[in-house]
């Protein structure tokens, strides 16, 4: 049966929301001062930004979903007070191939390590599933990204690609993976859990 | 000092967007070219639209470094090979394509994939690059082992075409691995 009454942005302790172009700027300036989180979350090199900045980018953001229609933006609250906690994306979507590319990360310190980011994986691939309708997802990852691994391996990626030193951080150099999660194979997970 | 431009079949030229265009718009009504080379469905684009692309392209100056591809018997225009930097990771993407037919399994593309790979690990002092091709395009994988690529890994049925979900493979050849091939074929 058909089941639209499920809530696709409602998670237990998180939900997905839209940006808030006023609240936001200042929470997100904040996390990019935060050096670990940007390393983490971004491959481009860390650059603190200033609220109007954020507040720029946040328009860039909706600007590209408005006219090249393949990327979808979440904000990450907390139920309780609805306060910002990070972001969650699909982007890169190839509507032809039926391929795109995911993202999360928990902007607050004290917000990691408590599962929420296990809660806003199983939201995104709802949606990439079973709303945008993808064949397949893929995310990329190096490989000191450790947290992240965890949780794509937990939710039964696959690593596809390892790129031979594609990384140059810390005066080192790191492999890039890649992994992908077929549709058939989040199907088959989503069933085994019911 | 060498010519780097310079191979064994081909040469390397930079040429005006307008010779670029006509080309293109001539290649691209090749739906097999489109559907070995790209992952967007086959469309035939104009010759104007394919002259605005190239400016674009050519005015991202330090992201795009892009090639013409000429015969050196006959000074004839049968393809492009660009190359991408990444710069803060020394890491770059190729794509290569002839236009022509004619030219296919020849030897000619692995020629000017030698000469971009050249070019990436000598003239932009890259780490690594890298590429991506269709797991059907098998005279591709087997021109870019050739030149030198290992398989890295495969996207698992990243492609939907005629109906069929295909893989997507993907390549990277190291500095160190580049500079040793050298050393044996010197």
New interface residues.
Partial sequence: MLNIQTQLFEGQDVRLGPIDHEAHPDIESKWTHDAEFMRLME???VRPLSPAQVKKEYESIEKRMDEERNLFYFTIRAREDDRLIGKALVQWI?W????GWIQLGIGAAEDRRRGLGSQVMRLLLHFAFAETNL??V?AMVPEYNEAAIHLLRKFGF???????????RDGR?WDTL?F?L?RSEWVERVKSQE | MKDIFRGELVRLTVESPETIAKAQARWFRDSELLRLAESDPAYMWSEKNRKEWVEKQDGQDAKNFRFCIRTLSDDKLIGEVSIHPQWVDADAWVGIGLGERDYWGRGYGTDAMRLILQYGFVELNLHRISLGLHSYNERALKSYEKAGFKVEGVMRQDTFREGRRTDGIYMGILRDEWLTMQGETA
């Fill in positions: 491959r481009k090199p190839d032809t191939n039926g391929n064949h397949r893929t696959t690593e596809e690609v390892r790129r031979r030193e594609g990384a140059d150099r890649t992908g077929l």
